[in-house]
Structure formats: structure tokens, C-alpha cells
């Protein structure tokens, strides 16, 4: 009897919670033409969407689905170019030092250091000089952390160290504990791609809390709502040289407990006043980032800026008509359409197409595709299911009273 009724009880609650479930709809500004468009998606939409865009549709007025292909928007390279700066290399076997000389031609504080691919860690110091002869420290224990990368032929690392106005700069790389590296290039970034594919979105909700007993701090972070990210970069208010642990967790709240608790994320050493931290994407809204101070005064964060992957979705479009792009969660699985064997055809020519500020819209009032599913009949038989169970088991429970009392 236990059992049935609380059965009951979960498919009444789960009703419940059906009812105050929606979706999200946004209407797809007017097209001039009938013809294959590209449509970017919204940060705040795919906030709502699953990881893999399953739940999105497309559908025009009626309701009738229209095929679509899903683009990510991230099959360029990272740096599009590399403005160089001409450099000198010197090799001492002596003192195990390989120094790297350039005219600091524009007072540089930072730059992008290209090197052949290499996995270990590799210390540098940054000098500067007036006359190449006598050298001056501008800073020290600078640390290439290895980036893992097996994939990649040459790998990128942004330097950065004070601005000092002097009239040549130089690179110390440490040779006595590691190998040496080659170095292909020294330059500047003029165009980032990185920017062009990745929707930047900063958090505006930063709260620290210090903890002496464990040598740790711990960096709150909220964003306004879940997106789907891929990294954060992290400004620190730090001009002096360190290196310190980080842990990324994402901070989630148990509805039985009403206890908040953490899920493990990413982690890395950071060595540079802006670093990045990336992990596999993942739809969150709540992190705390924990540093491992160990006997060091905290660090403190001037901002953090989360990046989200821009995604599109490449249709074609007849003129005069309404179109509307919904994300349904009870959607489980990913449309097939033949479109998506045609994609030279979907991106040579398409224009671009941008979408509406998305509604919500609860499921008592659906406008989804009536082949797909049917929410309303679904809700009524949950409610109806759960009410018949709950009376039957009150009528059986009165019963059984009864019987004990004669």
C-alpha cells in the first residue's frame, strides 16, 4: 500500500511540475526574399537549448516544421594575424640561457610569443635596455605552462609584463631545467578570431570569501542566467609575478536538502595578470573558482568574462511568410533533414536573418508541432491518473481504519 501510494504521489507531483514548465519562442524578423538565410542564434536562447541544440525547431505560422541545419561558428583558426616584430636569438652554453632581443618599437607590454609545439613547462625573464649593454629586470618567473596540445603543429602564448619605455626588450628562457624551444615568431595580435566566434558575456556578481584554516579562497561567481559556456578569462589585480592553483566548480542547489553542493569542473595554474581557464562546454549560471593559496596573500579578481560558442542555424526561407524558432525541452532528439546534405548550398549565398528577444510560454497554451507531440492531452491524463490513485487509496485507508476499530 505504501508503495501505491506514494507512486501516486510522485505521478502527482510530477504533473505538477509539468504544468509550470514551458518553452521558448522567438519570432524570426521579416524576409525580403525567398532563399537560404543564416540565422545567429541568441546567447540568452541558447541558455535555454540543450548542448547539442536538440530541442530546437523551426516552424512558420502553422506550425509546420521547416528542415534546418545547426551551425557552430567555430571552424576558423584562433589568430588571423600575427603582426611580427623582427627578433635576434642568443645561445649561452655557460649559463644555459637562450636570450631573445627585440626594439621595443611601440612601448609593448604585451605579446604573442609562437613557438614549435612542445609539452613541459618553460620559465622565462623579461629585461629591457637602452643601449643593449646594460640590462634591467622588468619581470620574473614567468612560467609556459605546457598546453597539452597533440594536435596542433605550433602552439600561442600571450606574454604580458609592465610597460617600461625602454628602447629593446629581452626574453631570458631557462635552458638548465628544460629543453630549449623553437621560437618561430614575436608579434602582435591585429585580429583575434577567437572574438569573432565566442559571444563574450561578464559576470557582474563576484563575491570572495577567505578561508585561514584551509589557505584557500573562494571566488563566487553569478551570471544574470544559464548560458552555455566554454571558458572563462580572468583578470587579476596583480602586477607582481605568481603562480597559483585554481579549481572551477559549478555551484548547483538539491531541492530535498535545500543544500547547495558543488560539481567539479576544470582546473589550472595561473601565472599571467589575464588567464584562461577552458573546459568542456557546459549550461551553468552559478560557479565558485578556489585558489590554493598556500602561504601567499589572496589574489583579487578584477573581472571575469565567460565565452560562449556562437552558433546559427542555415534554412531556406520563402518570402511573405512568418517564421518562428521555439526551444522545447520535450523534445528529446535531433531532427533528420536532407537539407543537411547540401550545406555548400546553405552558406555560399545565405543572408542573414536575425531572431526576435525569445518568449516563454507555458505548455497549458502550446503552439508546437501537433506531429511531434501533444503536451495538453499528456497533462490531463498525468492529473487525471494521479487524482484517480490518491482517491482510491484514501477509500482503501478509510476501509482499513474501519476494520481496526471493529
Same mark, same amino acid.
Given at each position: 500500500?505504501?508503495?501505491?501510494?506514494?507512486?501516486?504521489?510522485?505521478?502527482?507531483?510530477?504533473?505538477?511540475?509539468?504544468?509550470?514548465?514551458?518553452?521558448?519562442?522567438?519570432?524570426?524578423?521579416?524576409?525580403?526574399?525567398?532563399?537560404?538565410?543564416?540565422?545567429?542564434?541568441?546567447?540568452?536562447?541558447?541558455?535555454?537549448?540543450?548542448?547539442?541544440?536538440?530541442?530546437?525547431?523551426?516552424?512558420?505560422?502553422?506550425?509546420?516544421?521547416?528542415?534546418?541545419?545547426?551551425?557552430?561558428?567555430?571552424?576558423?583558426?584562433?589568430?588571423?594575424?600575427?603582426?611580427?616584430?623582427?627578433?635576434?636569438?642568443?645561445?649561452?652554453?655557460?649559463?644555459?640561457?637562450?636570450?631573445?632581443?627585440? +626594439?621595443?618599437?611601440?612601448?609593448? @607590454?604585451?605579446?604573442?610569443? #609562437?613557438? %614549435?609545439?612542445? $609539452?613541459?613547462? &618553460? !620559465?622565462?625573464?623579461?629585461?629591457?635596455?637602452?643601449?643593449?649593454?646594460?640590462?634591467?629586470?622588468?619581470?620574473?618567473?614567468?612560467?609556459?605552462?605546457?598546453?597539452?596540445?597533440?594536435?596542433?603543429?605550433?602552439?600561442?602564448?600571450?606574454?604580458?609584463?609592465?610597460?617600461?619605455?625602454?628602447?629593446?626588450?629581452?626574453?631570458?628562457?631557462?635552458?638548465?631545467?628544460?629543453?630549449?624551444?623553437?621560437?618561430?615568431?614575436?608579434?602582435?595580435?591585429?585580429?583575434?578570431? +577567437?572574438?569573432?566566434?565566442?559571444? @563574450?558575456?561578464?559576470?557582474? #556578481?563576484? %563575491?570572495?570569501? $577567505?578561508?585561514? &584554516? !584551509?589557505?584557500?579562497?573562494?571566488?563566487?561567481?553569478?551570471?544574470?542566467?544559464?548560458?552555455?559556456?566554454?571558458?572563462?578569462?580572468?583578470?587579476?589585480?596583480?602586477?607582481?609575478?605568481?603562480?597559483?592553483?585554481?579549481?572551477?566548480?559549478?555551484?548547483?542547489?538539491?531541492?530535498?536538502?535545500?543544500?547547495?553542493?558543488?560539481?567539479?569542473?576544470?582546473?589550472?595554474?595561473?601565472?599571467?595578470?589575464?588567464?584562461?581557464?577552458?573546459?568542456?562546454?557546459?549550461?551553468? +549560471?552559478?560557479?565558485?573558482?578556489?585558489?590554493?593559496?598556500?602561504?601567499?596573500?589572496?589574489?583579487?579578481?578584477?573581472?571575469?568574462?565567460?565565452?560562449?560558442?556562437?552558433?546559427?542555424?542555415?534554412?531556406?526561407?520563402?518570402?511573405?511568410?512568418?517564421?518562428?524558432?521555439?526551444?522545447?525541452?520535450?523534445?528529446?532528439?535531433?531532427?533528420?533533414?536532407?537539407?543537411?546534405?547540401?550545406?555548400?548550398?546553405?552558406?555560399?549565398?545565405?543572408?542573414?536573418?536575425?531572431?526576435?528577444?525569445?518568449?516563454?510560454?507555458?505548455?497549458?497554451?502550446?503552439?508546437?508541432?501537433?506531429?511531434?507531440?501533444?503536451? +495538453?492531452?499528456?497533462?490531463?491524463?498525468v492529473v487525471l491518473l494521479a487524482v484517480g490513485l490518491l482517491t482510491f487509496m484514501s477509500v482503501k485507508l478509510l476501509n482499513e481504519v474501519k476494520n481496526r476499530k471493529q
Open positions: 500500500m505504501k508503495q501505491t501510494y506514494k507512486l501516486a504521489l510522485f505521478i502527482f507531483f510530477l504533473g505538477k511540475s509539468f504544468a509550470q514548465e514551458g518553452y521558448l519562442k522567438a519570432k524570426l524578423e521579416n524576409n525580403t526574399q525567398s532563399g537560404y538565410y543564416k540565422i545567429m542564434l541568441n546567447p540568452g536562447f541558447l541558455g535555454k537549448t540543450d548542448l547539442d541544440l536538440a530541442n530546437i525547431r523551426l516552424i512558420d505560422k502553422d506550425s509546420v516544421l521547416i528542415p534546418f541545419e545547426i551551425k557552430t561558428e567555430n571552424n576558423a583558426e584562433v589568430f588571423t594575424k600575427l603582426d611580427t616584430i623582427p627578433f635576434e636569438i642568443k645561445s649561452a652554453q655557460k649559463t644555459k640561457k637562450t636570450d631573445v632581443i627585440i +626594439k621595443n618599437i611601440a612601448n609593448q @607590454k604585451t605579446l604573442i610569443l #609562437k613557438f %614549435k609545439n612542445f $609539452d613541459f613547462d &618553460k !620559465s622565462l625573464e623579461v629585461f629591457g635596455s637602452d643601449n643593449r649593454k646594460n640590462w634591467f629586470g622588468i619581470k620574473q618567473n614567468i612560467v609556459l605552462d605546457s598546453k597539452n596540445n597533440y594536435t596542433d603543429k605550433n602552439v600561442f602564448y600571450n606574454l604580458n609584463f609592465p610597460n617600461s619605455g625602454y628602447k629593446y626588450l629581452m626574453f631570458s628562457f631557462n635552458d638548465s631545467i628544460s629543453p630549449k624551444v623553437n621560437l618561430l615568431s614575436i608579434g602582435t595580435i591585429s585580429t583575434l578570431e +577567437k572574438e569573432q566566434i565566442f559571444e @563574450k558575456i561578464k559576470c557582474e #556578481k563576484i %563575491k570572495i570569501t $577567505d578561508s585561514l &584554516k !584551509s589557505k584557500q579562497t573562494f571566488y563566487r561567481f553569478d551570471f544574470e542566467q544559464t548560458y552555455q559556456f566554454s571558458y572563462f578569462n580572468i583578470e587579476f589585480n596583480e602586477k607582481k609575478p605568481f603562480k597559483r592553483f585554481f579549481r572551477l566548480y559549478e555551484i548547483n542547489y538539491d531541492i530535498k536538502t535545500k543544500k547547495e553542493f558543488l560539481n567539479y569542473i576544470s582546473e589550472s595554474s595561473f601565472t599571467n595578470e589575464n588567464s584562461s581557464l577552458h573546459f568542456s562546454p557546459i549550461l551553468a +549560471k552559478y560557479f565558485v573558482l578556489v585558489s590554493e593559496n598556500q602561504d601567499n596573500l589572496p589574489l583579487k579578481i578584477n573581472s571575469i568574462v565567460g565565452f560562449q560558442e556562437k552558433k546559427a542555424i542555415n534554412t531556406y526561407l520563402e518570402t511573405g511568410k512568418e517564421y518562428f524558432l521555439i526551444s522545447n525541452p520535450l523534445y528529446l532528439q535531433k531532427p533528420n533533414f536532407d537539407l543537411t546534405l547540401f550545406q555548400d548550398s546553405l552558406t555560399k549565398n545565405a543572408l542573414l536573418l536575425k531572431m526576435g528577444n525569445p518568449e516563454f510560454i507555458a505548455f497549458n497554451n502550446p503552439i508546437v508541432n501537433p506531429k511531434e507531440s501533444s503536451p +495538453k492531452w499528456i497533462l490531463w491524463a
